[in-house]
């Protein structure tokens, strides 16, 4: 993969205010073309969002402009001077800085640690961390951010994790900061803090590039919109001038499926009951507290709530996984005392919060994550069953759509998108009578998102009932047939969801009300 | 289409099995190069160095050695990747086996049975004591969650004095006047046959036989895929229903199981007895660097086993011609560093490559779709 024809171009240097311009990218790999032709011009000073589906080439272009990969064609300008990137400290030399997706840090290590890790300040050979904290303070205070360096990244929450990332960058003296999916791991609030921390770095001259596929949040952070499909450019778009349908269907290239009201009834039969459930915890407060509900044969019950409000540990005790007090039902049998295997045997099925920490082992094989969980019913005598294993996670591939080039590749390969719809049809195929659902759409595009949430719908048609737990309330309201909002480890409402409003709902989830 | 994919699969595994092999030799090629510049420093001339080892190695008789040396290295580096399979560290193969080796030749001189009866009896004590010493370590772990790199350790000293305990107060015999420093010996009847007589014991067919089987339990059957499973992602395992202290009860037995084999042939194939100074020990840390070089896959470490057995087998040649035989340690401990280094480098390399075709082969599925 040389860098073959790079054209020189003399009139970059035209516009002064322009940091960024990408001229005629072009980008393939042995027999496919992953960037064609793409130009992208990023003022300074501005907030640009780049939006696509998962493989779309967002990250092939990111990768570029970052130094991982050459252009095969066209030009990179960085405030108008012609560059190439050899390799990401080139680039972080010029001033662009990346802040990944999955946080790089060491949780042993305090906030002022992490942030001078790999260019700490020396005076005389000699580590001198006074500079170094003057210096975080000011930046931190630049932008917005009240963080104590002294503690270690273990005691931080998510979102202040994320802002030692980008701290860590600007110490790096990055004047251009792409940031990829930042807000995948967030919640609401979060979100907005992140975002007024972003406004003020961009009102200190710092250039943003947004990767995203949540397009509200794209329509209210940024300044210009660049959609991106099947590696060439769709269109750049100012965000007053587009709404989030339209901005939808640039980037799936198509008519997106729209959910309707629902036309089959909830049944009359308990599928799943808990009744005062309690999950006790050593040192700390338990984290659930008598939680009784019932969910019906055909119902989706949504648990709203922000997260660390005892949803993770309420999943949990349905399956088993931690001692708990009270009862849980499955199909009408006490399943108190059942482990985790005879539960799942019971029909119970649970699409897990974190897919790379609970659902897949990664450098495993598709099928054999497909497998997990399903050994004994893919078995012959003692032995796995490996055909047969290999075929139903071909069946799986085939009706949820997980783009893969077979299933024998690793899990770590596919993008988080089709992961997802790996572990979602892994525990839907075997057709449960209870389903869990946790964030079944966390980071991942609205092509797969509705792939999801058709499934889920089709399944519940068909009689399974669901406990869906979400942070995302358009999810919430949109699925569930009724909402529970969890706060502080108990069910603090029930609300219908046809009569609750986003708002409605975030009074309860925050404990206003 | 269907076979044109399949054909795709076909060349795809055997170009990952290339891929290791081929990294594999080339870590090989690199050490000897290393140590090649190591016996320069040293004055030695390593052309001449390396001839001696080809020369003496080639010979038939030497091939019948390395066979032999290979045998515990392969029972001990299996032991150790039942463990590293679900990433438990056992490093008590050591200890395991010979607690095993003690009570096994003991308990061999008590029964009267058929030969091959006899025999299994021996190896079935063998393997229950091996599996009994490691169960020590499970216990601990799953109870009150010892890490079990330190108990197993530990493990190994307690046995040692506690093997020398029994042997000097029960199991000694002293028929020969304080002069046997052994069990009593094992009747004919328990005893392994030669495969060729006094060069190679049949227990290397016992050897290959549990490679096998290792095969087919950690990698073909439903134990093992659970097991497995467990050492790739705990969490997920355990979330999928996959009961994890019964996972690391199960993995340390069978682990501690296999090494009760290690010293058998010795203890039924060559001295018929157990003695502080004849059965031979240090085999179970060998096991760990055999296991790491064959990348805990069956047929690496039969062939691991068998390069370390043939580099074992020259050393004594090489004394002869005036070169330090201990450049055979050097020479092994260098090809495992290297072996790790190149073969993490070099799945890296190769992961990053599938994972780019795989992002692009799904993206060329999506256009067309």
């Known amino acids: 993969m040389q860098s073959g024809s790079v054209k020189p171009k003399l009139n970059s240097a035209t516009d002064a205010g322009r940091v960024v311009e990408l001229t005629n990218i072009s980008k393939s790999f042995p027999g496919v073309i992953a960037n064609r032709d793409i130009s992208l011009q990023i003022d300074r000073a501005t907030i640009h969002a780049i939006v696509g589906e998962n493989g779309a080439g967002k990250s092939t272009l990111m990768k570029i402009l970052y130094g991982l990969h050459q252009p095969d064609s066209g030009t990179i300008a960085i405030n108008g001077v012609i560059t190439q990137f050899k390799s990401p400290s080139e680039a972080m030399a010029a001033g662009i800085g990346m802040v990944h997706q999955h946080f790089m840090l060491a949780d042993n290590l305090t906030v002022l640690e992490n942030i001078i890790l790999g260019s700490e300040p020396t005076k005389y050979g000699v580590l001198s961390l006074g500079d170094a904290r003057k210096h975080v303070n000011e930046l931190a205070t630049s932008i917005g951010v009240e963080i104590d360096l002294d503690l270690p990244i273990s005691d931080l929450g998510v979102g202040q994790r994320q802002r030692v990332e980008i701290l860590k960058v600007l110490f790096r003296g990055a004047e251009i900061l792409v940031l990829d999916e930042p807000t995948a791991v967030l919640v609401p609030q979060e979100v907005d803090e992140l975002f007024t921390n972003l406004r003020k770095l961009v009102a200190n001259g710092t250039t943003i590039l947004f990767i995203s596929h949540k397009l509200d949040e794209v329509l209210s952070i940024s300044d210009q919109i660049t959609v991106i499909r099947q590696g060439s450019t769709v269109a750049t778009v100012s965000p007053k001038s587009i709404d989030r349908l339209r901005l939808a269907e640039l980037m799936v290239g198509s008519d997106l499926p729209s959910h309707g009201e629902r036309t089959t009834k909830v049944g009359e039969k308990i599928q799943l009951s808990a009744r005062n459930l309690t999950v006790v915890a050593k040192n700390r407060k338990n984290p659930v507290q008598n939680v009784s509900f019932d969910i019906f044969e055909s119902e989706i019950i949504g648990i709203a709530g922000v997260d660390g409000n005892g949803q993770f540990e309420l999943c949990e005790a349905l399956l088993g996984l931690v001692d708990t007090q009270g009862t849980v039902e499955i199909g009408g049998i006490d399943a108190s005392n059942l482990n985790v295997r005879e539960r799942l045997d019971q029909g119970l099925a649970y699409i897990p919060f974190d897919r790379h920490r609970e659902g897949l082992m990664l450098t495993a094989s598709l099928w054999e994550n497909a497998l997990l969980g399903h050994e004994n019913s893919l078995s012959r005598g003692p032995m796995i069953d490996v055909e047969s294993a290999k075929k139903s996670c071909r069946e799986i591939i085939e009706r949820f759509g997980v783009m893969t080039p077979s299933e024998l590749v690793p899990a770590f390969v596919l993008s988080g998108g089709n992961q997802q719809k790996l572990v979602v049809g892994r525990n839907l195929a075997t057709a449960p009578k209870v389903l869990i659902a946790a964030h079944p759409t966390r980071g991942i595009d609205v092509g797969a998102q509705a792939a999801v949430w058709d499934e889920i719908r089709r399944s519940r048609d068909a009689g399974m009932s669901v406990l869906l737990v979400s942070a995302d309330l358009e999810e919430i309201l949109g699925l569930s047939d009724r909402i529970l909002v969890m706060f502080d480890g108990k069910i603090s409402a029930e609300l219908d969801p046809k009569k609750a409003t986003p708002q409605i709902l975030g009074k309860y989830m925050t404990g206003a009300q | ?369």
């Open chain 2, 1 to 369: 289409m269907n076979q044109q994919l399949s054909s795709k699969r076909n060349s795809d595994s055997m170009r990952k099995s290339l891929n290791t092999l081929g990294s594999s030799v080339a870590a090989v090629i690199l050490a000897l190069v290393i140590c090649g510049v190591l016996l320069l420093i040293t004055g030695k001339n390593p052309l001449m160095a390396y001839g001696k080892i080809l020369e003496t190695g080639l010979t038939s008789e030497k091939f019948l050695e390395m066979l032999k040396r290979a045998t515990p290295l392969i029972f001990s580096a299996i032991a150790v990747a039942i463990g590293f399979k679900m990433n438990l560290f056992n490093i008590g193969v050591e200890g395991q086996y010979l607690f095993a080796a003690l009570i096994s030749a003991e308990m061999g001189t008590h029964v009267s049975l058929p030969a091959p009866l006899h025999v299994l009896f021996i190896l079935i004590v063998a393997m229950v004591s091996g599996a009994a010493w490691a169960s020590i370590a499970a216990i601990l772990k799953i109870t009150r969650g010892i890490n079990e790199v330190i108990s197993t350790i530990m493990l190994n000293y307690i046995a040692l004095s506690f093997i020398q305990w029994i042997f000097e107060t029960f199991f000694r015999d002293d028929s020969d006047g304080g002069l046997n420093v052994k069990t009593t010996e094992i009747a004919p009847s328990g005893r392994m046959p030669d495969l060729v007589h006094d060069r190679l014991n049949g227990m290397f067919i016992v050897a290959l036989f549990v490679a096998f089987l290792y095969w087919v339990v950690v990698f073909r059957s439903r134990f093992g895929f659970q097991l497995r499973a467990s050492g790739l992602n705990p969490i997920a395992a355990r979330t999928a229903g996959i009961p994890a202290k019964r996972m690391i009860l199960f993995a340390l037995l069978l682990s501690g199981a296999v090494a009760g084999l290690v010293a058998m042939p010795s203890v039924i194939g060559d001295v018929y007895a157990y003695g502080p100074s004849s059965t031979p020990t240090q085999f179970g840390f060998a096991g760990i660097t055999v296991a790491l070089l064959g990348r805990n896959h069956p047929f690496g470490i039969v062939v691991a086993a068998m390069l370390f057995g043939f580099l074992d087998s020259t050393s004594a040649v090489l004394q002869l011609s005036e070169i330090p035989s201990s450049i055979v340690k050097v020479i092994q401990a260098i090809i495992v560093l290297v072996v790790v280094i190149v073969n993490e480098a070099s799945s890296r390399r190769y992961n990053r490559k599938i994972a780019e075709q795989a992002a692009l082969s799904s993206k060329s599925m999506d256009v067309r779709s």
